[in-house]
């Protein structure tokens, strides 16, 4: 029988997930940017992960499985830390660390949701075959860039905490040192949640985006 995962282990699952995605994250974000060289730009970045192929593949299988641990064993550790507070901890002073850090599982929900509407919106069956046309049909109706917005700042708010928890996870714990590393994941997250947001700002706010 094989032996449970201690909570340093989920955690650490957690954290060599968390990079996986992050990574993802980081190189869908910088792909995005060549919508702002035009329509030409942009279907030639994702007609250039087309030509993967087999490769492509396994980058999504191994993101699909990266996901689906991230979320197991994040909703195990949140029900363990529930029950810790309920049963060992009852009668202290409950204090919440950070907001982004108390919003991880709902914020997590949300990204989970937009994972599903993104991928469906853009792999749907008898839709359009170009892909910045796609993404330009998705993103000039309001109510969908909105959602977008709204998803990429759950996503923002999720991998602040998330860099500061790897940080922890990994043992670069210095008081001297935790104000800069927190500051650092603030900014590094922030960079990562505009980059998302261009697409959908432009969107809204440019008559002739991805034309």
């Known amino acids: ?21 992050s990574l993802f994250i980081i190189i869908h974000t910088i792909g995005n940017t060549s919508a702002l060289f035009g329509r030409a730009a942009y279907n030639h970045y994702a007609e250039t992960l087309h030509r993967l192929g087999f490769l492509l593949q396994i980058s999504e299988g ?16 949140a029900l363990e830390n529930h029950q810790a507070r309920d049963t060992g901890y009852r009668g202290k002073r409950r204090r919440l660390s950070s907001i982004p ?12 949701f ?5 991928y469906y919106q853009l792999h749907r069956p008898g839709g359009m075959t170009e892909t910045a046309l796609k993404v330009r049909t998705i993103l ?3 109510p969908s860039a909105l959602f977008y917005l709204l998803a990429i700042a759950a ?7 998330g860099f500061w928890s790897l940080n922890q996870t990994l043992g670069i714990n210095y008081p001297q040192y935790n104000p800069l590393i927190k500051g650092v994941s603030l900014v590094a997250a922030l960079a990562v949640g505009i980059g998302l947001m261009l697409l959908p700002i432009l969107a809204l706010f440019t008559a002739d985006f991805l034309l």
Not at 1 to 21: D, E, N, Q
Not at 101 to 112: C, F, Q, R, S, V
């Open 155 to 161: 996503l923002t708010l999720h991998t602040v905490h």
């Open 62 to 77: 191994l993101l699909l499985l990266a996901l689906l641990l991230h979320i197991y064993y994040g909703l195990k550790l």
């Open 101 to 112: 850090g108390w919003a991880m599982p709902y914020t997590g929900a949300l990204i989970l």
């Open 1 to 21: 029988m094989t032996p449970p995962i201690s909570s340093i282990g989920k955690k650490l699952i957690m954290a060599v997930t968390g990079i996986m995605l």
């Open 140 to 142: 000039t109706i309001t």
């Open 114 to 118: 937009f994972i599903g509407f993104h």
